[in-house]
């Protein structure tokens, strides 16, 4: 199954900045469940994506991120995780998965065709709030990410929910990480495997950030 990527895009400063990361679903242990998520990194017959879904939980860097319910833009329903599937998972993965950090979960109830994925930055099992989320996957660059989050601002709402304040931080785009090996076979050129994050900056000028969210890159 191909690597997929997040690219985190932040609008609370006048330049905002982004961070790219790559997810790795575990497809051989949730086949289901996995091919149903992996959808939504992509284009789609479901009209649902995490593509423009606004960051609704950030506790960094000694928790989690948590982006919101991915777009709908159909009335379709859908249950994306296989509860069935993930009950009868190998007690040996299950083993293998405690003390693992960077894991991607899914926070979804049975009859709710929508939920919201997180990362972690502590090692799973350490907190009991956790059980019932469903790990599909890890994230590679989750070291990068938790200190790319430090410094974004945010206002608590209730005991433990801390919401990035302003504009907010969103996920501005999505989709299959192209095999860099496969594509210098194509191009015929080198390229460094090990380069796979990449911090992007404005272009010269000032972008609104409402208009490099929604990549209209106008002027002002």
């Known amino acids: 199954m191909p690597r997929y990527f997040l ?9 905002p900045d982004s961070l790219l990361v790559t997810l790795k679903l575990f497809h051989k242990n949730l086949p289901n469940t996995t091919e149903k998520i992996a959808q939504l990194f992509e284009d789609n017959d479901l009209k649902l994506s995490y593509r423009k879904t606004l960051v609704t939980r950030i506790i960094a860097p000694e928790y989690l991120v948590q982006f919101g319910s991915p777009v709908r833009r159909s009335k379709k329903e859908t249950n994306l995780i296989d509860f069935r599937e993930f009950k009868n998972l190998d007690i040996t993965f299950e083993k293998k998965l405690l003390g693992r950090t960077g894991l ?13 994925l997180c990362i972690l930055f502590v090692p799973w099992g350490k907190y009991e709030e956790l059980e019932g989320y469903v790990v599909i996957g890890e994230c590679k660059e989750w070291c990068q990410l938790r200190d790319w989050l430090v410094n974004i601002d945010v206002a608590k709402q209730g005991e433990s929910w801390e919401i990035p304040t302003g504009d907010g931080v969103w996920i501005n785009r999505c989709g299959i990480l192209e095999d860099p090996i496969k594509k210098a076979k194509k191009s015929n050129t080198r390229v460094d495997t090990e380069t796979i994050v990449e911090v992007k900056r404005p272009a010269e000028g000032k972008v609104r950030a409402v208009d490099l969210l929604f990549k209209k890159r106008k002027r002002i």
């Open 7 to 15: 690219e985190f895009l932040n609008l609370q400063k006048d330049e």
């Open 104 to 116: 991607v979960c899914a926070a979804e109830k049975p009859g709710i065709p929508t939920m919201e």
